[in-house]
Every structure is written in structure tokens, then in C-alpha cells.
């Protein structure tokens, strides 16, 4: 099990999606009696990576605190189809009102950890990890990154915050790679940073990278005999990474330079959602039965 956000992150992500669903208030679920229980089943409709069970399990504590959540796939497990996920008693006017939102994340994150998961697949026995980018969807960035780790994958940098990537645009601005870098060495001198990484576009920035002692280098949108060039010339000198029009046919290829990082934005920007339902039992949950 990967770890899991901070419940104050998943608190506010699970208020958010509330607040634009829910509103006011959910109108249709009010036409059920207020004391009419509940047994509804989530499944999965399709072979997938199950991923989302911290947000789901906020929204039941948010709307229906007394509900009972029985999960039968944990994250990261596997589903096939028609697959039960979980099965959930409580209050039925708040499970209808939460099914939604419940749906919503686990279709998302799912997707992401299941696309994941054949990415990391196919790269398996190369050196190479597969890590995603911050081409995330506004606001939900620490719940797919963590779908991103459910399926084997790696995080990149969390935000601008955190780590420094000097790309074409900063090396000009500062006037020559070597200068940007020994300013990022500056600034990790003074606050905390995770890493700096340097974009490179060419061979001869490779080299000058690596004579100013960059230990993380970006290989943007190269060939592949140029990226086995970089391979060489590296040397086991500094990390490599391929960023940039990485698709999953060319996953191979690429892991056969012999790079140590593959960063794929298409894990969480690209993805087609896994089919979940929620499935309601027939017969009313009498309240007298409750515990």
C-alpha cells in the first residue's frame, strides 16, 4: 500500500467536489424517507487497477458518518469485470447523495494507476522507472500522483515549489546553463530543494552539463541514436531522464538506451476513465437493524 495523502489533503479535495455537486442540497434524494436504509455495491465494470478508496471513504465520513464500508478490492488491487469493489450500508438518501462523487474519484484515479500500471509493464527488466509530470487536472494533482504510485510509477517534482527543473527558457534568461545551475546551487544552499535537474536539447549541452557537475539531466525530445550517444557520454555521471512525446509503442526503444527515467505526462493528461457503478440491493436496510 502506497502512503497516502494527509487527511487534511483528502478533506479538502472530497469538500471541493461536494460543494460543486451537492450544493444546497441533493433535491431527488430528498424524495426518500429520512430514515430509510441502505445496502449498495460498487463494481467495476472492466479489467482495471482499483485506486480512490481514501477519497471515497471521505466521502461517506463527510455525508454519512454512520455508514459501514466493507471493501473487497483494496488500491492496487486488481479488478475484472463485474468485479465487486465494495459494498456499503447506511443511510439511503446520503449514499445516493454521495454515489457520485464517490464514482467520480475512483473512475479518475483508477484510470491513472491502470495506465500506470501497463507503462511500468513495459519497461520491466530495463533500468529505466516511469515517472509522471504536473500536467495534472487543477486541484487534484496529490490524488493522481498517489494514483501514479499505485501503479508503480514515480513522482516527478510535486510543484514549482519543491524542485528546480532549468528548462531552455530559464538557461537563457540566466544567461548560459552553467550560470542557471550554479544559481540553483545558490538557492538549495538557502532552502530546502528535492532535487535540480537540467533540460538538455543537444549533446554539446550534455557536455557542458556535465562539466558544471549536474547530476540530473533532462534529455528533451532526442532521437534514440542520440539518446544512446548521451548514454555514453554520461557515462553513470548523472542521472538521465527522457521527457517529451513518449508514447507507450515507443516504451522499449527508449528504456534500451539504457536512460534511468522515462517522465510520461499522458499517465494522468491522457487517460480514458474505468466504467464503476453503484448498485443499490432491491430490498430497503430497516433501520430497526442497524447497529
Not at 478533506?11 to 442540497?25: I, N
Not at 528535492?194 to 534529455?219: K, S
Not at 528533451?220 to 531522464?241: F, K, Q, Y
Not at 487517460?271 to 430497526?288: Q, Y
Request: some cysteine.
Amino acid at each position: 500500500m502506497q502512503a497516502t495523502p494527509s487527511p487534511d489533503q483528502i478533506r479538502a479535495d472530497v469538500r471541493r467536489a461536494l460543494d460543486e455537486d451537492v450544493g444546497s442540497g441533493d433535491l431527488t434524494a430528498s424524495l426518500i424517507p429520512a430514515d430509510r436504509q441502505a445496502t449498495a455495491t460498487i463494481i467495476c465494470r472492466q479489467a482495471a487497477m482499483v485506486c480512490g478508496r481514501p477519497w471515497v471513504d471521505e466521502v461517506l465520513h463527510q455525508l454519512a458518518p454512520t455508514a459501514k464500508l466493507h471493501w473487497l478490492i483494496e488500491d492496487g488491487g486488481l479488478t475484472t469485470p463485474g468485479a465487486k469493489v465494495v459494498e456499503i450500508t447506511g443511510p439511503a438518501r446520503e449514499l445516493l447523495t454521495a454515489e457520485r462523487s464517490c464514482l467520480n474519484f475512483l473512475q479518475t484515479l483508477s484510470a491513472v494507476a491502470t495506465k500506470t500500471a501497463r507503462y511500468v509493464a513495459a519497461v520491466q527488466g530495463s533500468r529505466a522507472a516511469i515517472l509522471d509530470t504536473r500536467k495534472t487536472i487543477p486541484g487534484l494533482r496529490v490524488a493522481e500522483k498517489y494514483a501514479v504510485r499505485c501503479g508503480g510509477g514515480q513522482n516527478h517534482r510535486m510543484g514549482l515549489y519543491d524542485a528546480i527543473l532549468i528548462k531552455e527558457n530559464h538557461i537563457a534568461a540566466a544567461g548560459g546553463l552553467t550560470a542557471a545551475f550554479r544559481a540553483a546551487q545558490a538557492l538549495a544552499g538557502r532552502q530546502p530543494v528535492a532535487f535540480i535537474q537540467v533540460e538538455v536539447e543537444t549533446l554539446t549541452q550534455l557536455r557542458e552539463a556535465l562539466d558544471a557537475g549536474v547530476t540530473m539531466v533532462l534529455l528533451d525530445n532526442m532521437d534514440l541514436p542520440t539518446m544512446r550517444e548521451a548514454v555514453a557520454m554520461a557515462g553513470g555521471r548523472c542521472s538521465l531522464e527522457i521527457s517529451g512525446g513518449v508514447t507507450f509503442e515507443a516504451l522499449p526503444a527508449l528504456a534500451a538506451t539504457g536512460v534511468d527515467r522515462i517522465s510520461v505526462g499522458g499517465l494522468i493528461k491522457d487517460i480514458e476513465s474505468v466504467d464503476f457503478s453503484m448498485r443499490f440491493a432491491d430490498r430497503p436496510v430497516e433501520k430497526t437493524l442497524q447497529t
